[in-house]
C-alpha cells in the first residue's frame, strides 16, 4: 500500500505564489509516476503537472505551463509543485497521484491523496 500525503495549500492573491508538496510512504517501489490533478466545484477534473520520478521527464497542462513547477526528490519520495502567478482560475482542491504507469489520465485508477485546497482571490 502507498499512502500519499499533501501538504501547502492555502490562500494567495492573485500574482502571488504557493508550493505544494506530497510526500509518498508505503511500498513505493514502483511508483514511476507522481503528480498532480484538481477539482473545483462544478469542474472537471484537470490534470496539472506529472513526473517521471526514474528520468524527471514531465509534462504540464496548458493552462499551468510557465507558471508551475513539478520537481521531486527521491530520497524524501516527495513531488513538488511549485506555483507562481497565481490565478483565480486556479483554485481548486488539488491531489497528489501516483501510479506505476504512464500518470496521465490514469487519475482515477492511481493512488490518490486527500488533497490539499487552493483558494485565489483576485
Known amino acids: 500500500q502507498v499512502q500519499l500525503v499533501e501538504s501547502g495549500g492555502g490562500s494567495a492573491q492573485a500574482g502571488g505564489s504557493l508550493r505544494l508538496s506530497c510526500a509518498a510512504s508505503?511500498?513505493?517501489?514502483?511508483?514511476?509516476?507522481m503528480g498532480w490533478f484538481r477539482q473545483a466545484p462544478g469542474k472537471e477534473r484537470e490534470g496539472v503537472a506529472i513526473?517521471?520520478?526514474?528520468?524527471?521527464?514531465?509534462r504540464y497542462a496548458d493552462s499551468v505551463r510557465g507558471r508551475v513547477t513539478i520537481s521531486r526528490d527521491n530520497a524524501k519520495r516527495t513531488v513538488y509543485l511549485q506555483m507562481n502567478n497565481l490565478k483565480p482560475e486556479d483554485t481548486a482542491m488539488y491531489y497528489c497521484?501516483?501510479?506505476?504507469?504512464?500518470?496521465?489520465?490514469?487519475?482515477?485508477?492511481?493512488?490518490r491523496g486527500q488533497g490539499t485546497q487552493v483558494t485565489v482571490s483576485s
Open positions: 497521484a501516483a501510479h506505476s504507469q504512464y500518470l496521465w489520465g490514469r487519475w482515477d485508477g492511481s493512488t
Open positions: 513526473i517521471d520520478m526514474r528520468d524527471g521527464i514531465t
Open positions: 508505503g511500498n513505493t517501489y514502483n511508483m514511476n509516476y
